[in-house]
């Protein structure tokens, strides 16, 4: 979420930075190569970036109060001044000093820190901060751009310098680059401002789970980062908002200071890499796409996006998410997780997910009286981590409470339970997986519940409808209603012939690419696996409606099946299409 004003001489000077080194005291920190002796030296100091903090009220950065923040965990090099080789490397302690001991004398040497986390040992992780931009190219070029993790690695480069006769101590700070009305020089402290982000989430994990292996992770950063543009380019810096990219395991942040920056929104990195815990520690069956606070949204988006509101706000330990936008404006907004009521309470608001998984947290007992104790985040780590990504159903807070309700001692399951009730949530007994017992439908009425609808995959036929009530023109399409679950009894071992046709008469307009018609698509899940099994979607013209045939089903596994209208996602649809929609659904065994 970032002044084109940065021209591009500034950006590439980012990945060579020369910082001039300045005195500075502390005992070095990490290990180092060589030995001590009479014709050698130690060089030591400490890596330190400039944080910009957010006001309190989280309109904009406050520049009146950049902080010194130490490089926690980095690598740091000591190279060949001339030709560039490496002489040693060390990682920066916890509070970003660095020591190389054995060094020789009257060398002349610089030094770099690379934004990268490196532990190569299992349990370990590997982070890396790319630049995605690449000047005149885009994802679309024929050939393509080279891959993503190939993209420049963000450096910090200092001044050569003689290590002469004795102990020598060189300290490197990243700047903000910034003059006191705008961004004026190399924005070099943003990339290890996102590094000590990944840093904090994965040492707050690390703390509870020692034996955590972390799958690698690539933040992408770049002052051409733009909310603009009309399409998701990442190569040209295209990427609409920061965001998690599962498809590469990636972050992309916003860096364009004339719209939307976010490397100092550490609450927004923040929540970003708990979309990434998710996917790589846990599970998610979230659909994405645009979504606001206090919205009714698909199950499986509001908990995704609530969860990493909560997480994000532990990680940090604060309860206020702030997200800022052009630097200098004063121009912001933010909310907190401590207690909000944004929107209808319930199952399908974000904020309820966020609020009601912070509480059982967070050690301070609100004034309500209902947020009494808390259960710390082991459990909800052990949740999220086992029964929660293991869930035959679709991964939704039913799932998750109904998983940690059942591992919780009676204290716990009180808390449990009246953190539900407060946001109309089904709580106690009567809680399970599927949502069997809930009655909360945000207002819709028709569409909703069940919210799995039970079907046996025996050629049978069963009429479902969607319906886009509380999403109209915007079409998003993952609103409560616009989306309906299968919870499928499959009968035999079997391959399946699936069927999705619309019931719905929707007549032709003048509408082009058949925009006046109904385009449904179904994905099909086996239990945990995180991966669609089967699905269906195709907007081929004349026929629209998916057929195919399934690959082996098992009596024994349970099956969910998604099935979406895509008119409610396509924003170019007919404004006459209809806001309900029904489709007759079957699976039949194959001959």
């Known amino acids: 979420m970032a002044v084109t004003g940065i021209a591009k001489s500034a950006l590439l000077s980012l990945l060579a930075l020369v910082v001039s080194a300045c005195g500075g005291g502390g005992d070095g920190g990490g290990g180092g190569f060589g030995g001590g002796g009479t014709n050698t030296v130690t060089v030591s100091g400490r890596a330190s970036y400039e944080f910009v903090p957010v006001e309190a009220s989280c309109s904009g950065l406050n520049f009146d109060g950049i902080e010194t923040r130490p490089i926690r965990g980095a690598t740091v090099q000591l190279l060949d001044a001339s030709s560039g080789t490496e002489i040693a490397?060390?990682?920066?302690?916890?509070?970003?000093?660095?020591?190389?001991?054995?060094?020789?004398?009257?060398?002349?040497?610089?030094?770099?820190?690379?934004?990268?986390?490196?532990?190569?040992?299992?349990?370990?992780?590997?982070?890396?901060?790319?630049?995605?931009?690449?000047?005149?190219?885009?994802?679309?070029?024929?050939?393509?751009?080279?891959?993503?993790?190939?993209?420049?690695?963000?450096?910090?480069?200092?001044?050569?310098?003689?290590?002469?006769?004795?102990?020598?101590?060189?300290?490197?700070?990243?700047?903000?680059?910034?003059?006191?009305?705008?961004?004026?020089?190399?924005?070099?402290?943003?990339?290890?401002?996102?590094?000590?982000?990944?840093?904090?989430?994965?040492?707050?994990?690390?703390?509870?789970?020692?034996?955590?292996?972390?799958?690698?992770?690539?933040?992408?950063?770049?002052?051409?980062?733009?909310?603009?543009?009309?399409?998701?380019?990442?190569?040209?810096?295209?990427?609409?908002?920061?965001?998690?990219?599962?498809?590469?395991?990636?972050?992309?942040?916003?860096?364009?200071?004339?719209?939307?920056?976010?490397?100092?929104?550490?609450?927004?990195?923040?929540?970003?890499?708990?979309?990434?815990?998710?996917?790589?520690?846990?599970?998610?069956?979230?659909?994405?796409?645009?979504?606001?606070?206090?919205?009714?949204?698909?199950?499986?988006?509001?908990?995704?996006?609530?969860?990493?509101?909560?997480?994000?706000?532990?990680?940090?330990?604060?309860?206020?998410?702030?997200?800022?936008?052009?630097?200098?404006?004063?121009?912001?907004?933010?909310?907190?997780?401590?207690?909000?009521?944004?929107?209808?309470?319930?199952?399908?608001?974000?904020?309820?997910?966020?609020?009601?998984?912070?509480?059982?947290?967070?050690?301070?007992?609100?004034v309500n009286g209902l947020d009494i104790g808390s259960i710390g985040f082991g459990p909800i780590y052990d949740v999220m981590v086992g029964p929660h990504a293991l869930s035959d159903s679709l991964t939704t807070i039913f799932s998750f409470a109904a998983e940690l309700r059942a591992s919780l001692d009676a204290e716990g399951a009180a808390?449990?339970?009246?953190?539900?009730?407060?946001?109309?949530?089904?709580?106690?007994?009567?809680?399970?997986?599927?949502?069997?017992?809930?009655?909360?439908?945000?207002?819709?009425?028709?569409?909703?519940?069940?919210?799995?609808?039970?079907?046996?995959?025996?050629?049978?036929?069963?009429?479902?409808?969607?319906?886009?009530?509380?999403?109209?023109?915007?079409?998003?399409?993952?609103?409560?209603?616009?989306?309906?679950?299968?919870?499928?009894t499959v009968p035999a071992d079997d391959e399946y012939d699936v069927s999705v046709v619309t019931t719905t008469i929707t007549p032709p307009t003048a509408e082009p690419n058949d925009r006046d018609q109904s385009d449904p698509d179904i994905f099909i899940y086996r239990g945990s696996i995180p991966e669609d099994v089967a699905r269906g979607e195709t907007d081929t013209v004349p026929n629209m409606e998916p057929t195919f045939r399934t690959p082996l089903m098992f009596a024994d596994e349970t099956y969910v099946a998604f099935i979406e209208e895509w008119r409610f996602h396509d924003s170019t649809a007919a404004p006459t299409f209809p806001q309900q929609i029904c489709f007759d659904v079957s699976l039949t065994p194959t001959p």
């Open 415 to 488: 808390l449990l339970d009246s953190l539900l009730m407060r946001e109309r949530i089904v709580a106690g007994e009567a809680l399970d997986i599927w949502a069997t017992n809930e009655t909360n439908d945000a207002g819709v009425v028709q569409d909703v519940f069940p919210l799995y609808v039970p079907y046996t995959a025996d050629g049978s036929t069963i009429n479902v409808c969607v319906n886009n009530q509380l999403d109209g023109f915007a079409r998003h399409g993952n609103n409560v209603a616009e989306n309906r679950y299968l919870r499928i």
């Open 89 to 366: 490397r060390t990682l920066s302690s916890t509070a970003g000093f660095y020591s190389f001991p054995g060094i020789p004398r009257n060398a002349m040497v610089r030094l770099r820190v690379r934004a990268e986390l490196k532990d190569s040992g299992v349990p370990g992780w590997d982070v890396e901060i790319r630049d995605n931009f690449i000047a005149g190219a885009s994802d679309f070029d024929q050939p393509p751009p080279s891959a993503y993790s190939t993209r420049a690695l963000y450096t910090l480069d200092g001044a050569a310098f003689d290590t002469g006769t004795g102990n020598t101590t060189r300290d490197l700070t990243a700047t903000a680059g910034w003059d006191g009305a705008s961004y004026s020089g190399p924005r070099a402290a943003a990339p290890f401002a996102l590094l000590d982000v990944a840093y904090t989430a994965m040492q707050f994990v690390r703390r509870l789970d020692p034996s955590v292996n972390f799958a690698p992770l690539d933040m992408f950063w770049s002052v051409n980062n733009t909310p603009g543009g009309g399409r998701f380019d990442i190569t040209a810096g295209e990427i609409g908002t920061s965001g998690y990219i599962g498809l590469i395991d990636s972050l992309l942040i916003l860096g364009d200071a004339s719209s939307d920056t976010d490397e100092f929104d550490i609450h927004v990195v923040a929540h970003e890499w708990a979309h990434y815990f998710e996917d790589v520690l846990s599970r998610s069956n979230s659909e994405g796409g645009a979504h606001f606070l206090g919205e009714s949204l698909d199950a499986s988006l509001a908990f995704s996006e609530g969860f990493a509101e909560a997480l994000g706000s532990m990680i940090l330990d604060d309860p206020t998410n702030c997200d800022t936008l052009v630097p200098g404006t004063g121009m912001g907004g933010g909310f907190s997780v401590e207690a909000n009521s944004i929107g209808v309470r319930g199952w399908f608001n974000e904020l309820s997910v966020a609020t009601l998984i912070w509480d059982l947290w967070d050690t301070v007992d609100d």
